[in-house]
């Protein structure tokens, strides 16, 4: 009986050395997805202190979907994700990204700016809310010190919540394990505390342009007509859709572009790279932000699209 067991088992052994070893599965196939999360300007909508219809109304009855300008990318190979600033409605956005993923807390957080709407949310992160542990915030170098520098946002980096990376303009970095890069890229605003940044964020099947806040697309030293060629998508700075829409405030103050002139230079362009341009970062005086208005509808008619809420695109 013992002897025959063993013969059993030397069988099974040769087996191992005369079957042909089979491969390895292959990761899973599934799409990087990018999904729009917020696409209002950085004081939300409604906007503090604003009696117009715009707001008004939404004062009595809230809209979900108004919500301060956001990416969240899904990993489905990797069961990871990332965000695109850490915004004050960082606890919802939070929560769509962990639902529509089924990851609970993001890979990497990337700033592109120290203005409120882009880095304020991480407050949510600290021991008065989620109390984070490790969760690493991608910024520039002059961003990352004002982080690390600065109360209350040095409290974060102290207690370990968040771990800060520095980022350099025009290098890419890897994401989930180098499926994606995303490379920063310098843009003019209104640099009080830090560098402002976009990002372009290239996936294995398609890449995307992110640039929610510059001052006027004639003073950038990169040409948006190349950096559009080089993409499939763009998420470009639509705060304001003309300059009758803000004739109360000192646009010396705020400059952005219209979004009246980023078409007047892109109208000549095919139809296949108008396309590629989705405006957001809208203020709350913005038509773009009612889908019904004339504005948006002219916009459409003209071959570009708005970002709304929900949006999803494959990378």
């Known amino acids: 009986m013992i002897f025959s067991l063993m013969r059993v088992m030397a069988w099974v052994i040769s087996l191992a050395f005369v079957l042909p070893t089979l491969p390895q599965s292959p990761l899973p196939t599934e799409l990087v997805e990018l999904v729009v999360l917020g696409n209002v300007q950085d004081g939300g909508s409604p906007h503090i202190g604003c009696g117009r219809p715009c707001c008004r109304n939404l004062f009595l009855r809230p809209r979900s979907e108004r919500r301060v300008v956001s990416l969240g990318l899904i990993s489905r190979a990797w069961g990871e994700t990332a965000l695109f600033e850490a915004t004050p409605d960082l606890p919802s956005q939070w929560a769509t990204l962990a639902e529509r993923s089924g990851v609970s807390q993001p890979s990497a957080i990337f700033l592109t700016h120290a203005h409120m709407g882009h880095y304020t949310g991480l407050m949510h992160l600290g021991r008065e809310a989620l109390g984070a542990n490790g969760v690493r915030v991608g910024a520039m170098p002059r961003m990352a010190e004002f982080l690390k520098t600065n109360g ?7 207690l370990g919540n968040i771990d800060v990376f520095s980022l350099r303009d025009d290098q890419a970095v890897p994401l ?4 994606v890069s995303v490379t920063p890229l310098r843009v003019p ?8 940044v976009g ?42 859709f003309d300059a009758a829409e803000v004739n109360h405030r000192d646009m010396a103050e705020i400059p952005h572009p219209f979004v009246v002139e980023t078409m007047a230079m892109l109208d ?9 341009i989705h405006f957001i970062h809208m203020n709350h005086t913005n038509p773009l932000l009612d889908a019904e208005s004339e504005p948006s509808r002219e916009v459409e008619a003209k071959g570009y699209r708005v970002a709304r809420e929900g949006m999803t695109f494959e990378l």
């Open 152 to 158: 209350p946002w040095s409290q974060l980096v102290e």
């Open 189 to 196: 605003h209104r640099d009080e505390f830090s560098e402002t």
């Open 268 to 276: 000549s362009l095919p139809e296949s790279e108008r396309e590629k």
């Open 199 to 240: 990002y372009r964020i290239e996936g294995p099947k398609r890449s995307a342009l992110f640039i929610p806040d510059i001052d006027k697309w004639t003073v950038w030293e990169r040409s948006l007509v190349e950096e559009l060629a080089r993409v499939d998508l763009a998420f470009v700075d639509a705060t304001f």
């Open 176 to 179: 989930f394990h180098e499926e």
